[in-house]
């Protein structure tokens, strides 16, 4: 079982950034493709960034420009640098590890998840 730690959330105002890390630990089965969800209260996890061992890049739409994903894959840490945050991106922040980019689209609640990192940007 993969065990999963995001860090590195915050309040910050409008404007702000952070930045976020995550490490995967345990029997990481499938490591191709690191990404970052957010999730709102209500609502399900969106994912808004993730990036392949080969490169492979997927931003979702309202943080294309703003937020950068990278990743260490000798350590199994996914960071996602966020700038310029807007109060819409409130919420807490998750992070997976699967074999692609379309894997990670199809993770359900009942897939392994870390305890998520709290981002909170205020108007």
């Known amino acids: 079982q993969v065990q999963l730690v995001e860090s590195g959330g915050g309040s910050v105002p409008a404007g702000g950034s952070l930045r976020l890390i995550c490490v995967a630990s345990?029997?990481?089965?499938?490591?191709?493709?690191m990404g970052w969800y957010r999730q709102t209260p209500g609502q399900q996890r969106e994912l808004v960034a993730a990036?392949?061992?080969?490169?492979?890049?997927f931003y979702e739409d309202s943080v294309k420009g703003r937020f950068t994903i990278s990743r260490d894959i000798a350590k199994n840490t996914v960071y996602l640098e966020m700038n310029n945050l807007k109060p819409e991106d409130t919420a807490v922040y998750f992070c997976?590890?699967?074999?692609?980019?379309?894997?990670?689209?199809?993770?359900?609640?009942?897939?392994?998840w870390g305890q998520g990192t709290q981002v909170t940007v205020s108007s």
């Open positions: 990036l392949t061992k080969g490169g492979t890049l």
């Open positions: 345990g029997t990481v089965r499938y490591n191709n493709t």
């Open positions: 997976a590890v699967d074999k692609s980019i379309g894997a990670l689209k199809l993770r359900s609640d009942s897939d392994a």
